[in-house]
T-cell receptor, first 113, second 112 residues
Framework: EAGVAQSPRYKIIEKRQSVAFWCNPI?????LYWYQQILGQGPKLLIQ????????DSQLPKDRFSAERLKGVDSTLKIQPAKLEDSAVYLC???????????FGQGTRLTVV | SQQGEEDPQALSIQEGENATMNCSYK?????LQWYRQNSGRGLVHLIL?????REKHSGRLRVTLDTSKKSSSLLITASRAADTASYFC????????????FGQGTELSVKP
């Protein structure tokens, strides 16, 4: 069974530029999560989708971050414009449904300079 | 906001010893999960314990849950150097659609 795929693995951008991350969850998984993990901290939930609907985006900085889940499968997370404090690893995870184990991708390491 | 808090923040032991990590949380939960993260990699699910369960085992892992104290512990027995990683607890709250919230983690170092 293929795991959660994320791309790119690494990205370096200048502040005020825009960036997009892509995630392909495990086939059949209804729930998709995006997390931000700053070095030395635990993952912080940015947004949770159930199929193509948003379950929770209370921690998403909506003035600069946006996310969508096309047709309830793939998802993209965008930052525009980026700030220095956005430097982090962005993790995508999926699960069959809420309240079950989540499977994580390898993450995208973003450096904003 | 983070739901869980792990204790200790860092733990260093010798191979063969047992490692115990604790997690406390604030609100009522459906499930509590433990994950492992090796440096520079994604998180790997270790074990899920439901709110009506008190103890669960998986290989060398033993997890306990005390809902009255809102706490959980993860015990790794007979640790190996390969167990060196960060360990996170994650909770999903009742009536919040499986919103999975992580703690800050415990960094475990197992010396050969």
């Amino acid at each position: 069974e293929a795991g959660v795929a994320q791309s790119p693995r690494y990205k370096i951008i200048e502040k005020r530029q825009s960036v997009a991350f892509w995630c392909n969850p495990i086939s059949g998984h209804a729930t998709l999560y995006w997390y931000q993990q700053i070095l030395g901290q635990g993952p912080k939930l940015l947004i949770q989708f159930q199929n193509n609907g948003v379950v929770d985006d209370s921690q998403l900085p909506k003035d600069r971050f946006s996310a969508e889940r096309l047709k309830g499968v793939d998802s993209t997370l965008k930052i525009q414009p980026a700030k220095l404090e956005d430097s982090a690893v962005y993790l995508c995870a999926s699960s069959l449904e809420g309240y079950t184990e989540a499977f994580f991708g390898q993450g995208t390491r973003l450096t904003v300079v | 906001s983070q739901q869980g808090e792990e204790d200790p923040q860092a733990l260093s032991i010798q191979e063969g010893e047992n490692a115990t990590m604790n997690c406390s949380y604030k609100t009522s939960i459906n499930n509590l999960q433990w994950y492992r993260q090796n440096s520079g990699r994604g998180l790997v699910h270790l074990i899920l314990i439901r709110s009506n369960e008190r103890e669960k085992h998986s290989g060398r892992l033993r997890v306990t849950l005390d809902t009255s104290k809102k706490s959980s512990s993860l015990l790794i027995t007979a640790s190996r150097a390969a167990d060196t990683a960060s360990y996170f607890c994650a909770t999903d709250r009742r009536n919040q659609g499986g919103k999975l919230i992580f703690g800050q983690g415990t960094e475990l170092s197992v010396k050969p």
